[in-house]
């Protein structure tokens, strides 16, 4: 695949509000969330080289240079591709890939260095608006059972379990979506 190609698909979604935002994590630190360019593929293939997963979930991130190269040209083809930038550096990394006309996927990477300071709720709650704004109704993902504290995040972000997957190697969830309410109808 032509990296310029999936590149300049990548970015041509844009969610609901304004992006770029500056917020906070829960300790009040800054960060950053903004759509990926084409310019950011070096630094988000050097964030994943740095990355140090707790678990390799469904075999992702992928570990080494030239499998993390293919990945990314495969999943930026589509989709919309948020990053998170703490002082300048790329840190996180928010995928909304359409499954459907009604669907999308979530998923999200965040570097060691910022895990546990509640930017992935943050962009899980981004991941819902981008979502909304595209015309979806659901947005689905799978997350390891024994990750209870990336479910915790879904949950807080309004996803909920889909029935039969507690048990299973994979947690399905999902949050339903509505439509933003028009603020000029009666």
């Keep these: 695949m032509d990296t310029s190609t999936a590149d300049q698909r990548a970015t041509t979604t844009r969610p609901a509000g304004p992006l ?8 009040g630190r800054p960060f950053h969330a903004r759509l990926y360019t084409r310019a950011d593929r070096y630094a988000l293939e050097e964030m994943y080289r740095a990355f140090d997963p707790k678990r390799r979930a469904q075999g992702l991130p992928p570990g080494d240079g030239e499998s993390i190269r293919r990945w990314l040209d495969h999943v930026l083809a589509a989709g919309t591709h948020v990053l998170v930038e703490i002082d300048g550096e790329i840190l996180g990394h928010l995928m909304v890939i ?89």
């Design 20 to 27: 770029p935002r500056d917020l906070v994590d829960k300790g």
């Design 98 to 186: 359409p499954m459907s006309d009604d669907a999308s996927e979530l998923a999200n990477f965040l570097h060691q260095a910022i895990r546990n300071r509640g930017i992935g709720t943050a962009l899980n709650q981004l991941a819902v608006e981008i979502a909304r704004a595209e015309g979806r109704q659901r947005v689905w993902l799978s997350v390891e059972p024994s990750n209870r504290i990336a479910i915790r995040s879904y949950e807080k972000a309004g996803f909920r379990r889909l029935p039969g997957s507690l048990w299973a190697p994979e947690v399905e969830m999902e949050a339903r979506l509505t439509p933003e309410p028009d603020p000029a109808a009666p």
